[in-house]
């Protein structure tokens, strides 16, 4: 990071969400109670999991960890975002932001190749049953969990390390609620057109690599099931994939939606961004409880069990 970088810019003002004055209250309110939804949500799907025996397979262990990305997705941008709807001051310090910036690539980065990484374990599970534990072991597991986070370490470092060499005009605005990527380039005096590219191949691959991954998974699914159809093996398939394909579908059908909808770029960027960092993370805790028979049953002997100990300390 370069001397006048630091010099010439001491902080940045985020504009947040285009709310009327009126209504500030309100909002603060709905995004509080998602946060709090969120963090609680995924936080009971971390604990079942490590609490019931039974969870402990490549499955749910990937799940606890997309889980732990979802709360620390929304914990990089929403605490920011409420304290300055709470407080009407919208500044945050150079370092801060470049934080901020970091983190939300690296989690967002984790969150892509997490369900890149489940697909391809679901088609483990339906396309190659008898072999589904000699191939998932725990090692390709703990292998394929720790290539998330080192790629997506990588990629946020990359994209942070070329944005800190910049120098940024006199204007310190941002039209966003978080220190975006695209909204801090706008900003920056010198060409940004190696940023840029650099977003363009290496973002886009890492982008589209985990979706292909995704598709190309379910359409050998697809292909296994047609071959020899059956409602016992559609009844499995549905079972198996049904949460995480639900969560795919909000994921990438938001994006797709909010950003071939939309006619203006920055309420696309701000959008997409309500939605990847408070409303998807907390529909996925709501998904995978109420379509996997599993985590259910998890639920409902955490809750039988801890009734009885109830009784048994009261009537002691």
Not at 6 to 31: A, E, K, W, Y
Not at 49 to 60: E, F, G, K, N, V
Not at 103 to 126: E, K, P, Q, S, T
Not at 261 to 267: A, G, L, R, T, V
Request: contains cysteine; glycine residues 6%; aromatic residues 12%.
């Amino acid at each position: 990071m370069r001397p006048e970088n630091q010099s010439s810019v001491s902080q940045f003002l985020l504009l947040g969400l285009p709310i009327p004055p009126g209504l500030q209250g309100v909002f603060f309110t709905l995004f509080l109670g998602m946060y709090l939804t969120t963090v609680l949500g995924n936080l009971l799907i971390i604990l079942l999991i490590r609490l019931d025996s039974r969870l402990h397979t490549p499955m749910y262990f990937f799940l606890s960890h997309l889980a732990f990305s979802d709360i620390s997705l929304s914990s990089v941008t929403v605490p920011k975002m409420l304290m300055n709807m709470q407080t009407q001051q919208q500044s945050i310090s150079y370092v801060g932001c470049i934080s901020q910036l970091y983190f939300f690539i690296h989690f967002a980065g984790i969150h892509n190749f997490l369900l890149a990484v489940m697909a391809y374990d679901r088609y483990v599970a339906i396309c190659h049953p008898l072999r589904y534990t000699t191939i998932m072991r725990e090692g390709l597991c703990v292998l394929l969990e720790a290539g998330s986070w080192i790629l997506s370490c990588g990629s946020s470092l990359l994209h942070t390390f070329l944005l800190a060499q910049l120098s940024f005009c006199a204007d310190h605005t941002i039209t966003h609620f978080f220190c975006d990527l695209t909204a801090l380039l706008k900003l920056s005096c010198p060409d940004t057109s190696l940023n840029k590219l650099v977003i363009f191949t290496e973002g886009g691959m890492l982008f589209f690599l985990p979706f292909g991954i995704i598709v190309g998974s379910y359409i050998h699914i697809g292909t296994i099931i047609l071959r020899v159809p059956s409602t016992k093996r559609l009844f499995k398939a549905f079972s198996t994939c049904g949460s995480h394909l639900s969560v795919v579908s909000l994921y990438y059908g938001t994006v797709a939606g909010v950003y071939f909808s939309s006619s203006s770029w920055d309420s696309k960027d701000i959008i997409a961004s309500v939605m990847y960092t408070v409303v998807t993370p907390m529909l996925n805790p709501f998904i995978y409880s109420l379509r996997n028979r599993d985590i259910k049953q998890a639920l409902e002997m955490c809750v039988n069990r801890e009734a009885q100990c109830t009784n048994s300390c009261m009537g002691g």
